[in-house]
Nanobody, 121 residues
Framework: QVQLVESGGGLVQPGGSLRLSCAAS????????MGWYRQAPGKERELVAA???????NYVDAVKGRFTISRDNAKNTVYLQMNSLKPEDTAVYYC???????????????WGQGTLVTVSS
């Protein structure tokens, strides 16, 4: 019904930058909150940043001042600009969208497939 496709992961040196994108498609009536999560090897998945439909954003303390979440509602896309990357940012990054499906107007939480970010010299 609704799909999320992520892109932008890869290998970057410490101190470098990456920009992740996540585009939603399918039977979308509207999208409420969107967010980025990450899961490092051997750790639980954690929320990195989230943004409301109106643009209000919040971040986990570990990324404040380094990461910026934004969204383009016309494109149903959310972005995560990651600067000053550290080795501890290495993880698989997932996007999530709280959607309203068209026709049925049912709520549907959708996850992307994940994109790997590796920060290493």
């Amino acid at each position: 019904q609704v799909q999320l496709v992520e892109s932008g992961g890869g290998l970057v040196q410490p101190g470098g930058s990456l920009r992740l994108s996540c585009a939603a498609s399918g039977r979308i009536f509207s999208i409420n909150a969107m967010g980025w999560y990450r899961q490092a090897p051997g750790k639980e998945r954690e929320l990195v940043a989230a943004i409301s439909s109106g643009g209000s954003a919040n971040y986990v303390d570990a990324v404040k001042g380094r990461f910026t979440i934004s969204r383009d509602n016309a494109k149903n896309t959310v972005y995560l600009q990651m600067n000053s990357l550290k080795p501890e940012d290495t993880a698989v990054y997932y996007c999530k969208a709280d959607t309203i499906v068209s026709r049925t107007l049912r709520s549907l939480e959708v996850w992307g497939q994940g994109t790997l970010v590796t920060v290493s010299s």
